[in-house]
């Protein structure tokens, strides 16, 4: 079996999914490190259990004394006994819980770390095809889900295994007869279990599919819905969203269900291990093999059995949701690290070669073709053509955010897939117009581009796109409070957020994918210069929305469907009378319509 399991492949792109023996072994290497804190939790929650038991025997030595008419000070001194063994009981128990949870947490804390850090270092083109729905899943409701199980449940399935594994050794030393009778409830419970957990595991499984399905169709119906409501979609939309919803509540139900099944299972197992119980105690009474207190010692601990037992069983529901979403983390974990720098590349001087490249996003759909191309260091080339041209798959794939299909693609003469993280952080930016603000003071959401980078230094960045006075015009200037749920930037003051962003970072290579399609006229001529500044003596490729930021590249790239049909100067091209003629044109009178 492999390490994880995909999607089918007739399925959407899922994230993988680790298997059971691949999760079980991602948790003993979270817990490897606290190997003594796990120890300790363990032996003082054994002490705890041991000290519990002490309860049915003192119970059953009350009775025995009654039988015998003992004086008052024996039953109360045995009383008093009861209170001391409550007492350390509660204390321990306290105590144990508390190692378990503190372990618990740590564990999750570290499960929590490595999934962000690998989720962030995911291919984007891995994480485009698998859709927003199942990584926010597993970041929320799976996350959740687990986070539920080791506050709660773990410590309580803890307690639960001692107190069954320690009881029935009690029941031995009373007399073996007695554990024999309280196993015969065992085959029942072990089938019961047997059942449940062979038809759990698949089924939640299911479930967090289901609910990752669920949750991309209301990610697309809520962030497209101006886009539904405009070509009078909604109810094809809504229609969608009632069947994924529909589908979690079919699961649900066989949730229920299969709960329902296993719940009265255990009774007849309860049933029958108490009466076999107190049979084998009247018998050995009547026998004179054992006291009446014994006998009812062996009672009161079967009996005390039920509450771990089912706690133990109820938890092994809450343990396989848990499991199906820790097998989704674990997936997600388990994939490799960005790849480190095969070859180091200049930073100082970055050239960019195409060569023969070809694209296709689907086997036998290309979307590029024998694209040559080479952009000089510190030259500006625009690309430009009709929408679906390929001008944004070309833009991808010099990026680097996923391998072309065939051809080479060159940066620096490095392939911009193998740059690995630190490189292609330092060699690559690419803005495209869906740039994300993170909550958070205005200034802290500069420095993610330099963390070192001074109050003077980030203030300079500002100036220079133009975003200055706006930013320190802000109720608290560069510490106001920015992002969801704070003040919130406009497109235009977004954008040229991102473009200071890239001013700190100083990378030699710029890529910007419509980058300004988001302002209105008059805004996007102001970020127009601002891009003209803050590309000023980089290498650029610009995906250009409006064809004036064509008119003032170095070159411009015409390009349809999926090949490159003109290539020159704005004054070259407009000469040429060819395909960029007639854009610049449809585009002028369009604007001259307009005004």
């Known amino acids: 079996m492999t390490r994880s399991q995909a999607a089918p492949a007739d399925g959407p792109a899922l994230l993988p999914v680790a298997t059971p023996a691949r999760t079980r072994a991602a948790v003993a290497e979270l817990l490897r490190p606290q190997r003594s804190l796990a120890l300790t939790a363990f032996a003082v929650m054994v002490g705890a259990t041991a000290v519990g038991l002490l309860v049915q025997p003192l119970l059953g030595r009350i009775v025995d004394l009654a039988a015998d008419r003992a004086s008052a000070d024996a039953i109360t001194t045995t009383a008093a006994l009861l209170v001391a063994v409550a007492v350390a009981q509660g204390v321990t128990s306290g105590f144990g819980l508390s190692l378990i949870s503190r372990l618990g947490e740590t ?38 889900l687990i986070a539920e199980a080791v506050r709660n449940a773990l410590p309580e399935l803890a307690r639960s295994l001692l107190t069954i594994v320690l009881t029935l050794g009690a029941m031995a030393l009373l007399d073996w007869r007695f554990l024999l009778a309280a196993l015969l409830a065992v085959p029942v419970q072990a089938a019961t279990a047997r059942w449940y957990v062979a038809r759990a595991v698949p089924l939640y499984a299911e479930q967090r599919a289901a609910a990752s399905a669920q949750q991309q169709q209301l990610l ?41 099944g296993f719940y009265s299972r255990l009774h007849i197992a309860e049933y029958i291990g108490l009466a076999a119980v107190l049979l084998t105690g009247y018998w050995l009474v009547h026998r004179g093999s054992a006291s009446i207190g014994t006998a009812t010692a062996a009672a009161l601990y079967f009996h005390s059995l039920f509450a771990p037992v089912n706690a133990a069983l109820v938890l ?85 955010i996923q391998p072309p299909t065939s051809g080479t693609v060159l940066v620096g003469g490095v392939p911009p897939t193998e740059l690995g993280a630190d490189a292609a952080r330092r060699t690559v930016a690419l803005i495209t117009q869906e740039t994300h603000v993170f909550a958070g003071p205005l200034a802290d959401d500069l420095r993610l581009a330099r963390p070192d980078a001074t109050d003077d230094e980030l203030r300079a960045a500002l100036d220079r796109v ?13 510490a106001t409070v920015v992002g969801d749920g704070s003040h919130r930037l406009s497109g235009e003051r977004t954008q040229a957020l991102a473009l200071a962003r890239l001013i700190l970072a100083d990378p030699p290579l710029v890529i910007l994918d419509e980058a300004t ?18 590309v000023d003596g980089r290498t650029a490729l610009i995906v250009a929305h409006r064809l004036s930021q064509a008119a003032t590249a170095d ?29 610049w044109q449809a585009w002028s009178d369009t604007r001259d319509t307009a005004v």
């Open 107 to 144: 564990t999750l804390a570290r499960l929590r770390e490595k999934f962000v850090e690998r989720a962030l270092g995911l291919p984007l083109e891995r994480v485009e095809r698998a859709g927003a729905g199942d990584l926010t899943a597993r970041v929320t409701a799976d996350v959740s």
């Open 555 to 583: 070159r411009i790239v015409v390009m349809d469907a999926g090949r490159v049909v003109e290539t020159g100067t704005h004054d070259e091209l407009r000469a040429a009378a060819g395909a960029y003629a007639a854009l």
């Open 220 to 260: 697309d119906t809520v962030a497209g819905s101006s886009t539904v409501r405009a070509f009078r979609l909604e109810r094809e939309h809504a229609e969608r969203v009632t069947e994924r919803s529909w589908s979690v509540v079919a699961l649900t139900m066989r949730g229920v269900r299969l709960v329902l």
């Open 517 to 534: 399609a988001e302002a209105g006229s008059a805004g996007a001529r102001a970020l127009e210069k601002a891009v003209a500044r803050a």
């Open 316 to 400: 092994l529901d809450d343990a396989q949701s848990a499991t199906a979403g820790l097998a989704r983390l674990v997936g997600v974990t388990d994939q490799p690290p960005p790849p480190k720098a095969a070859r180091p590349v200049r930073t100082g001087r970055v050239e960019v070669t195409v060569h023969a490249l070809n694209h296709a996003y689907r086997a036998g759909h290309p979307v590029l073709h024998d694209i040559d191309l080479t952009i000089r260091h510190g030259e500006r080339v625009a690309l430009v053509g009709a929408s679906g041209a390929g001008k944004t798959t070309l833009a991808r794939l010099v990026a680097g």
């Open 466 to 478: 133009d975003a200055l006075a706006w930013a320190e015009a802000l109720p608290d200037g560069l």
